[in-house]
Structure formats: C-alpha cells, structure tokens
C-alpha cells in the first residue's frame, strides 16, 4: 500500500513548477504535473504551459492510461506530439525569415 509519506518522496521531473494533489485511483494513484506558465511574446491573452501525469512509481504517463503530455496554448490543448509538429513549423517560418 502507498502511504503519504512514499508519495511526498516520489520526485518529479526538472521543470515541473507545480503539481495537483495526488487523486486516488485505479490501477495506481497520480498526479497532474505542470511546467512554468508562460506568455507567447507580444500576444494577447496567449500563453502555453505543458503538463503531463505522473505515476506514484514515477513513470510519466504516456498516454496509454490517462491523458498523455499535452502543452497548453492559451484555452487550446495539443498532444506532445503536436506540439512539437508546431514547433517545427514555427523554427522553420522564423528561419525563413
């Protein structure tokens, strides 16, 4: 059985700003990570934040259990891998010039 105090040990990954509390459920208890909140340059109202759940034995879940890492761009969600492909996009419209 997982108690409080092997939950308080439990570490989460560099960048994490903020977690949720751990939520009690099947088949193991978590809790919803997030990383620093940050406003898009000279953009109203935009801002993006990833976020992801962790596990009690610490993995990061990879979508396969609850909801996968996402990265929050102001009210919008994309799945990591999304994000990423707008990434992309954008560094190669930056270099384009």
Known sequence: ????TDLANVPHPAGV???????????MPYRI???ELRNTGGVEHTTVQA???????GRINDGSVQE?????LGD???SSAKAREL????????RRG
């Open 1 to 4: 059985m997982t108690t409080a």
């Open 17 to 27: 700003v903020n977690t949720d509390g751990w939520q009690d459920d099947t088949p």
């Open 33 to 35: 990570l997030f990383g």
């Open 51 to 57: 976020s992801a759940v962790q596990f009690t034995d």
């Open 68 to 72: 996968g890492p996402h990265v929050y």
């Open 76 to 78: 919008e969600t994309l």
């Open 87 to 94: 990434a992309a996009a954008l560094s190669e419209d930056s």
